[in-house]
């Protein structure tokens, strides 16, 4: 993945490791809340025979997908 972005403009790539520090630093400096149980999306899904329904995804499950999503293209 680092290689993909390699000289563009603004992109700044780094370690898991060295991101996770960074983000638990930031979170003690500042005093922001760790991920809670909190709703942050709600989609909705198309579903083929019937309505669509609303897919909650609360703070804990996004911040999940998207470590994991970094650590699978890492």
Same mark, same amino acid.
């Given at each position: 993945? +680092?290689?993909?972005?390699?000289?563009?403009?603004?992109?700044?790539?780094?370690?898991?490791?060295?991101?996770?520090?960074?983000? +638990?630093?930031?979170?003690?400096?500042?005093?922001?809340? +760790?991920?809670?149980?909190?709703?942050?999306?709600?989609? /909705?899904?198309?579903?083929?025979? $019937?309505?669509?329904?609303?897919?909650?995804?609360?703070?804990?499950?996004?911040? $999940?997908?998207?470590? $994991?999503?970094?650590? /699978?293209?890492?």
């Amino acid at each position: 993945m +680092a290689l993909r972005v390699a000289g563009i403009d603004g992109v700044r790539t780094t370690h898991l490791e060295t991101f996770l520090g960074e983000c +638990a630093a930031c979170v003690m400096d500042r005093g922001l809340p +760790a991920a809670d149980n909190d709703v942050a999306v709600t989609l /909705f899904t198309i579903g083929t025979t $019937s309505e669509p329904k609303a897919a909650i995804l609360r703070h804990r499950n996004l911040a $999940s997908y998207v470590l $994991s999503t970094i650590e /699978f293209l890492g």
